[in-house]
Nanobody, 125 residues
Framework: QVQLVESGGGSVQAGGSLRLSCAVS????????????MAWFRQAPGGEREGVAL???????TYADSVKGRFTISRDNAKNTLYLDMNSLKPEDTAMYYC???????????????WGQGTQVTVSS
């Protein structure tokens, strides 16, 4: 069973930075980490789950317009780990952040097969 565990959330002031990590385990030899599309989503209280960024196995990123130029997604295929570097944080970035994985292409739609439990990011003004 594939498991995803996020870490790195916290509370920062507007303009600050955070780095989120997502460790992936339970992979099989048939489907290695590099074969998965990995993504970050976020969900604010009362809101829908929103795709933030995704990265394919070769490292090609895609970003939501709301975070372009501020967030950077990356992956370390040797460590089975996904990262999200968040800079110039705004209060509207406050949300629970989730990592997600799937061997199928869903772009930024919340249809990924595997999900982590989430890590809270709070940005104060």
């Amino acid at each position: 069973q594939v498991q995803l565990v996020e870490s790195g959330g916290g509370s920062v002031q507007a303009g600050g930075s955070l780095r989120l990590s997502c460790a992936v385990s339970g992979l099989t030899s048939e489907l290695t980490y590099s074969m998965y599309y990995m993504a970050w989503f976020r969900q604010a209280p009362g809101g829908e789950r929103e795709g933030v960024a995704l990265i394919d196995g070769a490292g090609m990123p895609t970003y939501a317009d709301s975070v372009k130029g501020r967030f950077t997604i990356s992956r370390d295929n040797a460590k089975n780990t996904l990262y999200l570097d968040m800079n110039s944080l705004k209060p509207e970035d406050t949300a629970m952040y989730y990592c997600a994985a799937d061997s199928l292409w869903w772009r930024l739609r919340p249809k990924y097969k595997y999900w982590g439990q989430g890590t809270q990011v709070t940005v104060s003004s």
